[in-house]
Nanobody
């Protein structure tokens, strides 16, 4: 199994920045990709950004240029640097991990961290 623990959320004014962290533990050797999703009240969960074990990144169009996903050298902690935050970025942000087929694990999710952007 894989355990994900997020940190770094909080309240920030529009135009400000926050950095989220997601630490993975357990069978991290099984992880093929990690990413961040978010869910605002009344809306579906959506992908924010992801990074593969090979370092390839992907961003949702609305986050390109403002958010940056990165990871540490051990590939067990993923970061989301969020700049130029807008009130519409307010949501619960969830860390997600995908695993290689041979491990036969489902996707794992963190508990979520609240990000609130005030206008």
């Amino acid at each position: 199994q894989v355990r994900l623990v997020e940190s770094g959320g909080g309240l920030v004014q529009a135009g400000g920045s926050l950095r989220l962290s997601c630490a993975a533990s357990g069978d991290t050797i099984c992880i093929s990709a990690m990413g961040w999703y978010r869910q605002a009240p009344g809306k579906e969960r959506e992908l924010v950004a992801s990074i593969t074990s090979g370092g390839m990144t992907h961003y949702a169009d609305s986050m390109k240029g403002r958010f940056t996903i990165s990871r540490d050298n051990a590939k067990t902690t993923v970061y989301l640097q969020m700049n130029s935050l807008k009130p519409e970025d307010t949501a619960v942000y969830y860390c997600n991990s995908k695993t290689i087929a041979t491990c036969n694990y489902p996707d794992y999710w963190g508990q979520g961290t609240q990000v609130t952007v005030s206008s």
